[in-house]
């Protein structure tokens, strides 16, 4: 009898980790496709039109969790790697490594490291209200901003990095914050589990 139970209980731990892996498998093909949508989908906003993608990434790292929010959003900045036209603006201005190296490489850096502390956040309960989430949101959001001009100053100089990579997405960031902080508390309070925990 004791036997019959130890079988039955590795029978099911193998059936939880082939579960846990096909839903991380479905959870990074799903990320990528929602990044790749949101990149490529511009709303006219002002000083310059608005893509999703920021949101999208700190959304993706709060409902997955730290662990595999960073797998996914990481696998999206991979693909982009491998030549797939997953960025905003390719394949016009190419992609692979020559576009990492280019300027929105730390944006690109800076996407995973948002995504991890995101989630790292959201774990430990700043996610299920409105006030946390969105600080939330500003802390991921000001992590894609700093390394993304980090990366852009050393290319053209810290006046002009803020000038074109940081002041033209100030507005529409704050936007964004919103409604990220509404979107994640959604999640959170909804009766999906959240598969990356």
């Known amino acids: 009898m004791k036997r019959l139970f130890k079988n039955a209980s590795a029978a099911m731990a193998r059936d939880d980790i082939g579960t846990r892996l096909l839903m991380g498998f479905a959870a990074v093909v799903i990320g990528s496709l929602l990044l790749t949508a949101s990149a490529r989908t511009q709303i006219p906003f002002w000083p310059v039109p608005m893509t999703m993608q920021t949101l999208a990434v700190i959304v993706i790292g709060m409902s997955l969790g730290s662990r595999l929010g960073f797998i996914v959003v990481t696998a999206y900045v991979l693909e982009g790697l491998m030549g797939l036209p997953v960025f905003a603006n390719t394949p016009a201005r190419g992609a692979g490594l020559a576009y990492l190296m280019g300027p929105t490489g730390g944006y690109l850096i800076g996407f995973c490291v948002a995504a991890y502390v995101s989630g790292w956040l959201a774990e430990r309960g700043y996610g299920r209200d409105l006030l946390r989430a969105s600080l939330v949101n500003v802390i991921g959001t000001t992590i894609m901003l700093a390394m993304g001009f980090a990366w852009l100053a050393h290319l053209i100089g810290p006046t002009k990095a803020f000038a074109f990579g940081v002041s033209p997405f100030l507005l529409s960031?704050?936007?964004?914050?919103?409604?990220?902080?509404?979107?994640?508390?959604?999640i959170a309070r909804s009766p999906l589990k959240r598969i990356g925990r």
């Open 173 to 186: 960031s704050i936007v964004k914050i919103a409604l990220g902080a509404v979107l994640a508390v959604a």
